[in-house]
């Protein structure tokens, strides 16, 4: 009797905290959906049915006349999606950068030293100093001379053009870690080549290209790394797995010189340590192959699904061609190409690498009254601030016809002013590889349709769907697609 008595005060104690939690919002007077238990508001995401980036959206386009949305992240945790494009200026250039500059990323420092070298994961001065680092690696001057790396790579690429179908990711991945392994270690990959070549195994394939990858253990990882250092710690994630972190120290060990990334961070006035370089090899390996691959992969497959636009592409690649002699890889050829790197910026539109921003709030601030009147409502310290990136990407109102690729949204202005586009995100934290990842795959996508159509690989295709199990957009299937061979005009 006594201890069904003490159940029952066990569970009743249980759902009055359950109850209170998922009120949170209000109870302080604010509109808000109820928060269930462990799920919040993201149950979809929580059984894998759709990706965190398609859960925001909903929660966008359904609280349209809305600022900002009060809603419960996973385990209940109470957070604001931000939803108008003045807001998310402040935050993420403005005026509250400082108050909630910190990306909300749970990475355990003691278990991923190496990656808690990544200004990604680094916080306050820490952020600071080692972002200062990278920035100067990515400037056009450097980048120039990075250019070698990337035609070097891409004639491998061209040498190496499938026949038959294939799959796109796989492919772009390939060429991505060519070309990081020789930008920043001044190596040789081993991922395109001859064919005795690509048959023998390459370390870097092997360990690096099923990291970002959907599996069964990837949700699991997805929800530590952006929900809860517990759950990180129960499984015991590394965001770099340890022979991973053994193998970088390796190879920033062996360096040797060279016109290379490391090299430059070597020779940098702060006089980094080496377990310091590590720390950097390892954010710049990364970063650079896994977004670059993505992209390219996701660029091919709407130049196939749409032929107008490749079209307008070839057109492009031809006429640029014959005032180079033939050579697209040119500094002043590829800075010609407008029209493909339109294309890549409208293909990161409609699939943004990263689904959404996530920021902690470092300092309480107010965010203003909504448009109804509705009151001011503080922010505090630690409350999650969600930037739903591929909602606002595909937010009518800011892009009619959302879903339809058309580069020339982006061929005769800069990316849009405010933060109508945040493929790169925007402000002190955007994105500082940017210049290289549009480098190597405008680069590579020149070489590949300069002689080549991209087809769908089969008629009647279903269109790409987006894994739910990844932190990094990926797809749930592969992107299946086949060149034909073209003659340019
Ligand atoms: C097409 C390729 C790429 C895409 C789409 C991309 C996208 C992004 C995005 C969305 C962010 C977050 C920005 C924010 O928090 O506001 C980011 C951050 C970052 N990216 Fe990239 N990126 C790409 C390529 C690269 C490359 C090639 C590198 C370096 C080799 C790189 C290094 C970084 C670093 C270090 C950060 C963290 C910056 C910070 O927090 O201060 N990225 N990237």
């Known amino acids: 009797m006594l201890l069904l008595l003490l159940l029952f005060i066990l569970l009743a104690a249980t759902l009055l905290v359950w109850k209170r939690q998922g009120n949170h919002w209000r ?26 980036g398609e859960v925001y959206q909903e929660i966008y386009t359904q609280n349209s006349g809305l600022r900002y949305v009060c809603f419960y992240r996973l385990f ?8 108008d494009q003045e807001l998310l200026r402040h935050i993420l250039v403005g005026s509250n950068f400082a108050n909630c500059a910190d990306n909300a990323v749970y990475v355990d420092h003691q278990r991923d030293v190496l990656a808690s070298h990544n200004p990604f994961i680094a916080n306050g001065n820490r952020w600071r100093l080692l972002r200062a680092d990278l920035v100067p690696l990515f400037t056009p001057s450097r980048m120039r001379q990075t250019l070698p790396h990337v035609a070097q790579a891409c004639q491998l690429l061209r040498d190496q053009v499938p026949l038959g179908r294939f799959e796109a990711k796989d492919l772009a991945t390939r060429y991505t870690l060519q070309v990081v392994a020789s930008a920043i270690f001044g190596l040789d990959a081993h991922c395109l080549g ?29 929800m530590s ?35 290379n990334l490391l090299q430059w961070l070597a020779e940098s006035k ?3 340590e080496m377990e310091e370089l590590a720390g950097h090899a390892t954010t710049l390996l990364l970063e650079g192959y896994e977004t670059s691959a993505m992209l390219l992969a996701f660029v091919l497959y709407e130049l ?29 050829a590829l800075g010609e190409l407008r029209y493909a790197e339109a294309a890549l910026l409208e293909a990161l539109r409609l699939h943004p690498a990263m689904q959404a921003l996530q920021k902690r709030c470092t300092k309480s601030f107010t965010l203003p009254a909504q448009k109804s009147g509705a009151g001011e409502l503080k922010v505090h310290v630690g ?3 969600v930037l739903p990136v591929q909602a606002i990407h595909l937010d009518s109102e ?34 500082p590889g940017m210049r290289l990842g549009l480098l190597q795959t405008k680069a590579a996508l020149a070489t590949l349709l300069q002689d080549h159509c991209v087809l769908l690989a089969d008629e009647g295709q279903c269109r790409v769907e987006v894994s739910p199990l990844t932190f990094l957009t990926a797809s749930r299937k592969g992107i299946w697609l086949r060149f034909e061979r073209r003659t340019p005009g």
């Open 194 to 222: 001859s064919r005795e070549k690509v048959a023998s195994p390459s370390r870097w394939l092997e360990w690096l290209a099923p990291l970002f990858q959907p599996s069964a253990w990837s949700l699991l990882e997805t």
């Open 304 to 332: 196939a699904l749409n032929e107008e636009a490749q079209q307008r592409l070839h057109f492009e690649l031809d006429a640029v061609a014959q005032r180079h002699a033939g050579n697209l890889l040119d500094q002043v």
């Open 383 to 385: 409350t999650v601030l």
């Open 225 to 259: 790394l952006l929900h809860s250092s517990r759950l990180g710690r129960l499984i015991g994630h590394r965001y770099v797995p340890l022979p991973l972190q053994h193998w970088f120290r390796e190879l920033v060990a062996a360096r040797s010189g060279g016109d």
């Open 398 to 431: 800011l892009y009619p016809a959302p879903k339809e690729f058309r580069p020339d949204r982006f061929l005769h202005q800069p990316p849009p002013v405010g933060c109508r586009f945040l493929g790169f995100g925007a402000g002190p934290r955007m994105c």
């Open 27 to 52: 109870r302080l007077g604010l509109e808000a959906p109820f928060g269930w238990p462990l799920v919040g508001n993201m149950l979809d995401f929580a059984l894998a049915r759709r990706s965190y």
């Open 270 to 272: 702060r006089g980094l």
């Open 76 to 83: 209940n945790e109470p957070a604001i999606l931000v939803r």
